[in-house]
């Protein structure tokens, strides 16, 4: 039985050791569980520093480390619509891409999503040409 146990924990460290984005995972769904639970009624995360409590994309710059970001692709800007009422109630900052904009708003936003730590998506409509 211990060597059973023994094995259990030694193949237990080598997955993590393989899959170290998956123990990553883990540890970010912790760390968002945690902030929702410690959110405070006025939309602050109580009992957190400030750059812990305005958001994971503070919190990364203040650490030095670059956040991580997302661009997220649909065919329907209706979906679009969908997505930003979320980001805005979780405050994470998002830039917009879609085909009512202007070259320039376009540039802009992609600009925005690089080079802004404090804009964490970018959500985009990508439609298929024939």
């Known amino acids: 039985l211990a060597a059973a146990a023994a094995a259990s924990a030694a193949a237990a460290a080598a997955a993590v050791k393989v899959a ?3 123990a990553r995972s883990r540890g970010d769904a912790l760390l968002a569980a945690q902030m929702r639970r410690s959110r405070s009624p006025a939309g602050t995360a109580a009992g957190m520093s400030g750059a812990a409590a305005a958001g994971p994309a503070a919190a990364a710059a203040v650490s030095g480390q670059r956040p991580e970001k997302v661009i997220i692709f649909s065919q329907w800007t ?4 969908l997505l930003e009422v979320p980001l805005k109630k979780s405050g994470f900052g ?3 891409l879609d085909g009512t904009m202007t070259v320039a708003a376009r540039e802009r936003a992609i600009t925005d999503f690089e080079s ?7 959500i985009v409509v990508s439609q298929l040409v024939q």
Do not use: G, I, Q
């Open 78 to 81: 209706s979906m679009l619509d």
């Open 94 to 96: 998002f830039r917009r």
């Open 20 to 22: 170290p984005l998956a």
């Open 116 to 122: 802004d730590v404090t804009v964490m998506a970018l």
